[in-house]
């Protein structure tokens, strides 16, 4: 089914590595100096004991009392070992569920995820990430880079993919190393062949649409309409509700229409602005599964004769999904009009998405790291001021308190006295 | 003689205690909004949810359902609701501003949130509560769509018509102004098609108030 169809895509990107493999993953992705360590680790240390810092947050948990932020990012900055990491995860879900929550800094973050790669951990940092409502771990776009990259360069791109799904999750795809990166990805993962569900179909299908958007070339271009034609087939198959609860998709239905209508879009622009070849053929082959697995359907349902059970489906299904389905032949007679109309303009591109991605992230990677760098350098001295603002403030409500209670102390000994 | 009034007051300090009490254990909105989803009913309270709410229910989310997996809780970002949708063709939303999330929700899906209004693309200027937060009525606008929705411009609304007065209102109101100034009114009084006031216990007990106080005939 979805698998074979890949197939063909990915002999021809096998073939193609075959021949270069000097394209093979490494030179393309982050560089050393994006993933180097060394700034980090030169921020002024805050050395504290993790045991005292436990024990503290367990009596002021006990006593129902609000923890600070400034307790929990001391003790993310200061595990050392693999089973840290696992309490530190322990206490990150007790923070969330607690008053503060809003308050968790995003260099404690930064960090939580820094050290879980550091110490081996990177299963748990992806667990978090995707149970982000119960941590709250919301990464930024540098951490989320990271991550991507340590899983691609070990080829993990099932995981890489899951990683990309909880940016588009959380739509910060702002940066254009991110969308790199996660185009790169989304495009290597079907190489691998694997069986997708619907919901991995529409998680994948989602991402490669709103990282589309934010590109205007044949890159983006190709993955909206990918991802289009993929939440159409959802679409088709689940409804309309299946496709857009709990992601940040529009509620219209028809997105099969719009991957035909960002075809059109690509026919009548005048830029050269094309589509890649193997996008185009995995949408034929989508549509004609899905007109065929429908006459399959309604041919078989006629057939058994139970009329009953038949009826029963149709009241099931919303009238609205159902006319959607009807539209299917028209797609299918649009689809081939308009990719006539789009090779004979010559605006198919013959090299396969992934090589497109490739060539793409070769022009513009350097330079988005460079930025990305920069603006990075900067958060962390804007971090490092936040927190020794915070480390101030603490100190000075403990000598607050602590001279109220000389106060208390000496007044009452004072009427014991009187 | 009337008998002297006993001072209860341990009853006095055993119906503060119990205020008290009732004040502390107020049940929180997780607890509140809790939502079995089999049966329809509210564990709290044991009252089941309208028929007409259980397919919503079903396939749509609340409010903090949707920004518990968001950055921030989802501040400035906008939502709408699946009736607006299909009641006004003219976008309206909320923009989140600030929230207060019970943290004692085990998915942090309950909390009370507050916002700037955009009704029928007329956009309000005060930050109001949100309401009906807890029902299964919410959707996200990602934001590709958010611009579409902001840019929408609506009509200006119609100017206020105004209908001459019924004809014995219009001789009451002429006299009465004739008796108050002395002169003649120039020009005629007219009824505006539009309320301002809005019609509730406050404005009649104002009116009577006023009644009262101007005495004599109308006429």
């Known amino acids: ?418 | 003689m009337v008998k002297k009034r006993r001072l209860r007051l341990i009853a006095e300090m055993a119906r503060k205690i119990r205020a008290y009490r009732e004040l502390k254990s107020r049940p929180r909105e997780s607890q509140k909004y809790a939502l079995d989803y089999e049966t329809m009913k509210r564990p709290h309270t044991g009252k089941m949810l309208p028929v007409l709410a259980w397919q919503d229910v079903r396939r749509e989310s609340r409010l903090f359902s949707l920004l518990a997996g968001m950055r921030l809780f989802g501040m400035g970002r906008l939502f709408t609701r699946k009736s607006w949708l299909e009641e006004h063709t003219e976008p309206s939303y909320w923009q989140i501003t600030k929230v207060k999330v019970d943290y004692t929700a085990e998915n942090m899906d309950h909390g009370r949130a507050w916002g700037i209004l955009t009704l029928k693309g007329r956009q309000e200027s005060e930050v109001k509560e949100l309401d009906k937060v807890m029902y299964h009525d919410w959707r996200l606008v990602p934001k590709h769509m958010e611009q579409q929705l902001k840019d929408f411009e609506p009509l200006p609304e119609p100017p206020v018509r105004y209908v001459p007065y019924p004809p014995l209102l219009r001789a009451m109101l002429l006299a009465q102004h004739k008796k108050a100034v002395g002169s003649v009114v120039a020009e005629e009084p007219v009824l505006p098609l539009k309320r301002d006031v809005l019609l509730n216990k406050d404005y009649f007990r104002r009116q009577e108030q006023e009644t009262q106080r101007t005495e004599g005939t109308a006429v």
């Open chain 1, 1 to 418: 089914m979805a698998a074979s169809v890949w197939k063909r895509c990915v002999t021809a990107a096998v073939k193609v590595k075959r021949l270069s493999p000097s394209l093979s993953a490494r030179r393309w992705m982050l560089s050393a100096a994006y993933t180097d360590t060394k700034v980090w680790e030169a921020r002024e240390k805050d050395h504290q004991n993790l045991a005292l810092l436990a024990s503290t947050m367990d009596r002021t948990y006990d006593r129902n009392l609000p923890v600070s932020s400034l307790t929990v990012s001391r003790f993310v900055d200061n595990i050392s070992s693999r089973e840290e990491v696992d309490q530190a995860e322990y206490y990150l879900y007790k923070f969330r569920h607690s008053p503060n929550c809003w308050y968790l800094r995003d260099w404690t973050i930064h960090s939580w995820i820094r050290q879980c790669l550091k110490y081996g951990a990177r299963e748990k940092a992806l667990h978090t990430v995707k149970n982000k409502v119960q941590y709250g771990i919301f990464p930024d776009d540098f951490t989320f880079n990271l991550l991507i990259d340590s899983y691609i360069k070990d080829g993990d791109f099932k995981s890489a993919c899951s990683v990309v799904e909880e940016v588009m999750l959380q739509e910060a795809f702002d940066g254009p190393s991110t969308q790199i990166l996660s185009l790169h990805a989304l495009a290597s993962y079907p190489a691998t062949r694997p069986q997708l569900t619907v919901s991995e179909e529409r998680a994948l299908g989602a991402s490669l649409l709103i990282c589309g958007l934010r590109q205007d070339n044949t890159v983006g271009l190709s993955a909206q309409l990918l991802g289009n034609a993929l939440l159409g087939k959802v679409e088709m198959l689940e409804g309309i509700h299946a496709v857009f609860k709990g992601m940040p998709l529009f509620w219209g239905r028809g997105y099969l229409g719009r991957a035909l209508a960002v075809m059109e879009r690509v026919a009548a622009a005048s830029a050269d602005v094309k589509l890649s070849k193997d996008a185009l053929d995995y949408v034929k082959d989508l549509l004609q599964e899905l007109s065929s697995t429908s006459d399959s359907d309604s041919s078989g349902a006629e057939s058994a004769g139970e009329e009953e059970e038949e009826k029963k489906k149709e009241d099931t299904k919303d009238e609205d999904d159902q006319a959607e389905r009807a539209k299917l032949a028209q797609y299918v007679s649009r689809l081939e009009e308009l990719s006539s109309q789009l090779e004979s303009q010559g605006k198919v591109d013959s090299a396969s998405f992934r090589d497109s991605v490739a060539a793409l992230a070769q022009q513009n990677l350097a330079a988005a790291e460079k930025t990305d760098l920069e603006r990075y350098l900067s958060r962390v001295q804007a971090w490092e001021a936040e927190n020794r603002q915070l480390i101030g403030r603490e100190k000075e409500m403990r000598e607050k308190a602590e001279q109220e209670k000389r106060e208390r102390l000496a007044a009452r000994a004072a009427a014991q006295q009187a």
